[in-house]
């Protein structure tokens, strides 16, 4: 059973940054791809940035120059460094990743970004 872990969020004012972190139990190398995902109350968990096996990282236009997706694949864990955040960054944050058809998902970790 693959477990993962995040950490790392908190309250930030407008213009600051946090990284999160996800560990995970399994090989990162054995998944196809590992995300980031995010989801705020009443809307659907949106998509903030992935990165394939291979290394190719993705990133969501709204997050794109500000988020930073990395890994150590010796260390089994991912980050996602976050920078100049805004209040509408608000939300639970998810490490997600995908090996096959299956989809396994962390516990979520609360950013918040006050105005």
């Known amino acids: 059973q693959v477990q993962l872990v995040e950490s790392g969020g908190g309250l930030v004012q407008t213009g600051g940054s946090l990284r999160l972190s996800c560990a995970a139990s399994?090989?990162?190398?054995?998944?196809?791809?590992m995300g980031w995902y995010r989801q705020v109350p009443g809307k659907q968990r949106e998509l903030v940035a992935a990165m394939a096996r291979t290394g190719n990282a993705y990133y969501a236009d709204s997050v794109k120059g500000r988020f930073i997706f990395s890994r150590d694949i010796s260390k089994n864990a991912v980050w996602l460094q976050m920078n100049s955040l805004k209040p509408d960054d608000t939300a639970v944050y998810y490490c997600e990743a995908t090996s096959g058809r299956i989809d396994y998902w962390g516990q979520g970790t609360q950013v918040t970004v006050s105005s």
């Open positions: 399994n090989s990162i190398y054995s998944f196809n791809s």
